[in-house]
C-alpha cells in the first residue's frame, strides 16, 4: 500500500458534506505536533475527490497553501472543504481544519489544473463521492516514523539538501510523485536546515507550495535557501528532479520552537 494511503485517515457525511478525519498516530507526528505535510494530504483529498469525478480528465493539484496551529496533536482532526470556483480548467478550494472539540488547528487553500487523460496514461481510479467514506473506512497505518517510511535521504543538513527516490509506494495514480509527499520533502529540508542551523527542535507550521511539473523519474531532491537570519524567518526550497535537472516544486516554509 502506498505511504499516503496509511497516513491514518478515514471519511464520512454529515448533512450530507464530506468531513475527512485524521487520528494522529505517533508515525505523522514530529516533536508531538502533527506534521504540515500530513495536514496537506488531508487538505488535499477532502478537497480533490469531490471534484475528481470525470474518469477522462486528471485533477492535478497545482498549487496549495498550509497554515497549522503547532498544537499538540488531539485525539482526531477533522477537515471540511469549501469550493471558492470551478471553472472548466480549474478549480480553487478552501479548507477547514479543527479538532474533535471543535477548536481550529489549521486551513488550507488549494487550486486545481483539469488536465484531459491522454492513450498510455496510467489507469485512473474514479471513487464515486457516495463511496468514498467506504472506500477510507478502516485506514491502515503506518509502522515506522513518516520520513523513514518515506525514505527520505539526508545528504546535508544545514543546508537542507534531502532527497527521496520516486518509488511506486509515493506516486499518485497519475505516476508522479504524490502531493503530499513533495510536501514531506521540503518539510524535511526546512526543518533539518533550521533544527542544524540554530540547534534547536522546529516545527513546521506554514507551507506553501507550487507544483510546476511532474516529478516520475529521480531521485527528487532538495536545495533551500533561509530568507533572513532567525529561526521564524521562511525558508525557499526548490524541488529538482535529478534525472532531468528541472525544478517541479517551489516551496516556501515558515518554523516555530515548538514550546
Excluded at 470551478?86 to 488536465?115: M, N, W, Y
Aim: aromatic content about 4%.
Amino acid at each position: 500500500m502506498s505511504v499516503p494511503s496509511r497516513l491514518g485517515v478515514a471519511a464520512r457525511f454529515e448533512d450530507g458534506d464530506l468531513v475527512l478525519e485524521l487520528r494522529p498516530r505517533p508515525e505523522v507526528l514530529h516533536h508531538g505536533v502533527v506534521r504540515a505535510s500530513v495536514l496537506s494530504f488531508v487538505i488535499d483529498v477532502v478537497a480533490g475527490i469531490p471534484l475528481d469525478q470525470d474518469a477522462a480528465v486528471w485533477m492535478l493539484t497545482s498549487d496549495m497553501s498550509v497554515r497549522m496551529h503547532p498544537l499538540l496533536a488531539p485525539e482526531r482532526i477533522d477537515a471540511t472543504s469549501t469550493i471558492l470556483r470551478q471553472g472548466k480548467r480549474s478549480a480553487t478550494c478552501r479548507v477547514e481544519l479543527r479538532t474533535d472539540k471543535g477548536a481550529p488547528i489549521g486551513t488550507g487553500a488549494i487550486g486545481f489544473a483539469k488536465v484531459s487523460r491522454k492513450a498510455g496514461d496510467p489507469p485512473k481510479p474514479n471513487v464515486p463521492f457516495g463511496q468514498i467514506p467506504l472506500v477510507l473506512r478502516d485506514p491502515a497505518t503506518l509502522t515506522r516514523p513518516l520520513r523513514e517510511e518515506a525514505g527520505i535521504e539526508v545528504v546535508d543538513a544545514a543546508k537542507g539538501i534531502v532527497q527521496v527516490e520516486v518509488t511506486p509506494g509515493l506516486r499518485n495514480p497519475a505516476g508522479t510523485l504524490q502531493g503530499a509527499m513533495v510536501a514531506l520533502l521540503a518539510e524535511a529540508a526546512a526543518e533539518d536546515l533550521l533544527a542544524t542551523r540554530f540547534e534547536s527542535p522546529v516545527v513546521v507550521t506554514d507551507l506553501d507550495l507550487r507544483y510546476l511539473r511532474k516529478a516520475q523519474v529521480g531521485p527528487v531532491r532538495t536545495q533551500s535557501r533561509l530568507l533572513g537570519t532567525g529561526p521564524d524567518a521562511p525558508v525557499q526550497v526548490e524541488l529538482v528532479d535529478t534525472s532531468t535537472d528541472e525544478i517541479t516544486t517551489l516551496v516556501y516554509a515558515r518554523a516555530v520552537i515548538p514550546l
